[in-house]
């Protein structure tokens, strides 16, 4: 990809893509949070986590963008039905998904969104920022496959192989915690 | 595009999870608003990372997110599976064995 990409159409191209999977993911995130369907919240949970795929391919990541759709949409939705439905959720809406009272769960959400965006903003007008902080997403080559395996298998290594560990024994330790007696 | 959008877009994912974890009584409902965290979790680094020009290192951290958030549905799943089996329901307020 070279610079001459960058020019202002596609900067209003990309920001206005950000903002409509913006949008979906907002709104999708709330409905995973209220709805009264199990069924249905997982399947919302699907579109904010293709959202954040989307998100990711915005900002060059392609490998994490594709990696989110393989283990999020493909394996981890599906431990997600198969955990409603051995617990024999309902198939309609159901009662009592949500406390009766959930003022308090309104207010922690609402506080910590205004000190997060704060926090945001305030970062934003620091004294070494121009206080615009751009992502150039365009003028620089999306990072390829090969550039994250070879950081993977080079300098974070160890942290690989932690990873590998802890894996198996999640796996072990799933089967021997659901396992009949 | 600016760093801000993709922060605020991720402080209110955060903040929606946040809020289904306190509100939600249903076991796995719990979990998926965990993974909702974990997501918006993943935007910022992957956004930060951009912006930065150290994609690479952010890439990779991101993806060990992934790998661990996949372990912890798996085990948390399973814990939910059993609770489920010993006292036939995952309401979150039935479950307090450990209440003095």
Redesign the interface.
């Known amino acids: 990809m070279t610079a001459t990409l960058a020019t202002a159409e596609t900067v209003v191209a990309q920001n206005v893509f950000f903002y409509l999977i913006a949008a979906v993911m907002v709104i999708a995130a709330l409905r995973v949070v209220t709805t009264s369907n199990m069924v249905h919240a997982a399947l919302y949970l699907v579109v904010v986590l293709a959202g954040v795929a989307a998100q990711f391919i915005l900002l060059g990541a392609e490998f994490v963008g594709v990696t989110q759709v393989l283990v999020y949409i493909g394996a981890v939705i599906v431990l997600f039905l198969f955990g409603i439905m051995l617990t024999r959720a309902k198939v309609g809406a159901e009662d009592g998904l949500s406390h009766d009272n959930v003022v308090p769960a309104i207010l922690t959400a609402v506080l910590l969104l205004l000190v997060m965006g704060f926090a945001v903003v305030d970062f934003a007008k620091a004294p070494w920022s121009d206080g615009t902080l751009v992502i150039d997403a365009l003028d620089r080559a999306p990072t390829t496959v090969e550039q994250v395996s070879d950081s993977i298998f080079s300098t974070y290594i160890v942290a690989f192989e932690a990873i590998s560990v802890l894996l198996l024994a999640a796996l072990i330790g799933a089967i021997v915690v659901a396992r009949k007696e | ?9 991720s ?10 974890v ?5 076991a ?2 719990v ?3 965990i ?2 965290i974990l ?1 918006a979790v ?2 910022n680094l ?2 930060f ?3 930065n ?1 150290a ?6 951290f ?3 997110i ?10 948390g ?6 609770i ?2 010993n006292s036939k329901n ?2 979150l307020h039935q479950v307090d064995l450990l209440k003095g």
Request: with cysteine; charged share 10%; net charge negative.
């Open positions: 595009m600016y760093l801000v959008q993709f922060l605020i877009l402080s209110v994912l955060f903040c929606i999870g946040v809020y289904g306190l509100a939600r009584r249903n796995v409902l979990l998926m608003s993974e909702l997501n993943n935007i992957i956004a990372g951009a912006f020009g994609a690479i290192p952010a890439e990779v991101a993806l060990f992934i790998a661990v958030a996949a372990a912890e549905v798996g085990v799943l399973a814990l939910v599976l059993t489920y089996r995952i309401d």
